[in-house]
Structures are given as structure tokens and as C-alpha cells.
């Protein structure tokens, strides 16, 4: 896995540079951006739901891990096992994402900056929608008296 990590940045880093294609400086917005990007997709590929398929050949089901997101442990051995954990595991796989979006930002910034706008609003939602529901069950209880 580390193999394949640190090859696919090697052949990304040759393409930035034969195309000319690393900036003086990256910016703060896109910085923020990337880095709210990488937290929304590395959430998407390691917990949600949705996605719980395509871990389903590393991972056993252990139950719900919070709204709309799943407990899964690692399964098998050998590669099996390394990507079960690399696709379990935000923390981990959000080097991965981090990189592949920082080379989307080089390579072709207008795409990468349009994915990184969605994932940031879905994130914003998902934090208003936790509020919301949170204002909700307070509103329900009694509003805490």
C-alpha cells in the first residue's frame, strides 16, 4: 500500500513538473477548501452507509457509528487486510484523498476546485442538520428546565 502511495505520487509529481504546473504559493481559500474536502470524503469512503458495499469484501458490519454512518471491522489477511483498514479508517485514508485532491488542484484546478465547493456545502449541511436535529430533541425534552 505505501508502495503504491508513494508511486502514484512520484508519477503525479513528474506530470506537475513537465507541464510546468506547481504554483509559487497555494492559497488560503483553497487550502480550507481542500482540507474540508478531504474530511467530507475520506467520512464518505470509510463510514457511510452508502458506500458500505464497496468495503463489504474488507470489512465485517458491527453495527451503526452514528447518523447515517457504520462500525465496521477489518477482515482477512495480507493485502485484504491492509486495504480493509486503509478504507475503514478516515485518519488513514485521508492522506490519500488530501493527495489526490492536491494534485486535482495542480493538474485541473476548475474540476477539483467545483468537487472540492460540493464537498465542503455537503459537509456545512451535514453540520446544520446535526444542529438542527440537536435543537430539535432539546426543544422536545423540554428545552432543558
Known sequence: MVGTYGLSTVVLGWLVRRRGALPERVSAADVATLGI???KLSRLITKDAVTSV???PFTTFEGPSGDGELHEEV???GVRHAVGELISCP???AV???TGLAFGLLL???ATRVVGAVLTAVTASDYLQLAYATLQRVA?????S
Do not use: E
Open 37 to 39: 474536502a478531504t474530511h
Open 54 to 56: 464497496a468495503r463489504m
Open 75 to 77: 477482515r482477512g489477511q
Open 91 to 93: 485518519f488513514c485514508i
Open 96 to 98: 490519500w484523498v488530501a
Open 108 to 110: 485541473a484546478p476548475r
Open 140 to 144: 422536545t425534552d423540554g428545552g432543558g
